[in-house]
T-cell receptor, first 114, second 113 residues
Framework: AQSVTQPDIHITVSEGASLELRCNYSYGATPYLFWYVQSPGQGLQLLLKYFSGDTLVQGIKGFEAEFKRSQSSFNLRKPSVHWSDAAEYFCAVGAREGANNLFFGTGTRLTVIP | KAGVTQTPRYLIKTRGQQVTLSCSPISGHRSVSWYQQTPGQGLQFLFEYFSETQRNKGNFPGRFSGRQFSNSRSEMNVSTLELGDSALYLC????????????FGPGTRLLVL
């Protein structure tokens, strides 16, 4: 069965600092991988996705993520965080075949301090 | 293109009542999935509809049901509400459900008193 682990419940970074949010997944094959962001009281916005090909994927708002098969990881990075990046971030895994539903991690809440 | 829309955005019900939530997918999208988000359980998959048929179902009791119409709009119904049903209910649409990217609506926040 698929599962996703986001080890960091809450991260605080200074504005302008770099950011890395961790995501580890469990899946029998290479899954589809996603990062979503959720602002308070809002739905989920897709930041980026990995289906196949280049393991370093670029997303919106300056985010990128790297798929590492050997580590079963899909960490999200941003070189310089902006105050508007404060939100909750969810990593999700989807199966390549069969049911079209996503399994989400528990999320990482990002606080940005000036 | 308009995004996924959900109505109502907020809802207050009492225990034992039933509720119906609505989701309109992105134009051209035929797959609609529903998720429940709570502080304790996080984001959990409820069910997915494609071409008016439930194609996949999560691990929720039968009180949770849904349907999809010919225009791909979907409704979710919860009967005999319990306090624990208080949550943000998110709807997501994708083109045809073949492991395509899912786009989420803003959600309906349900409070059960």
């Amino acid at each position: 069965a698929q599962s996703v682990t986001q080890p960091d419940i809450h991260i605080t970074v200074s504005e302008g600092a770099s950011l890395e949010l961790r995501c580890n997944y469990s899946y029998g094959a290479t899954p589809y991988l996603f990062w979503y962001v959720q602002s308070p009281g809002q739905g989920l916005q897709l930041l980026l996705k990995y289906f196949s090909g280049d393991t370093l994927v670029q997303g919106i708002k300056g985010f990128e993520a790297e798929f590492k098969r050997s580590q079963s990881s899909f960490n999200l990075r941003k070189p310089s965080v902006h105050w508007s990046d404060a939100a909750e971030y969810f990593c999700a895994v989807g199966a390549r075949e069969g049911a079209n539903n996503l399994f989400f991690g528990t999320g990482t809440r990002l606080t940005v301090i000036p | 293109k308009a995004g996924v829309t959900q109505t109502p955005r907020y809802l207050i019900k009492t225990r034992g009542q039933q509720v119906t939530l609505s989701c309109s997918p992105i134009s051209g999208h035929r797959s609609v999935s529903w998720y429940q988000q709570t502080p304790g359980q996080g984001l959990q998959f409820l069910f997915e509809y494609f071409s008016e048929t439930q194609r996949n179902k999560g691990n929720f009791p039968g009180r949770f049901s849904g349907r999809q119409f010919s225009n791909s709009r979907s409704e979710m119904n919860v009967s005999t509400l319990e306090l624990g049903d208080s949550a943000l209910y998110l709807c997501a649409s994708s083109i045809d459900g073949s492991q395509e990217t899912q786009y989420f609506g803003p959600g309906t926040r349900l409070l059960v008193l």
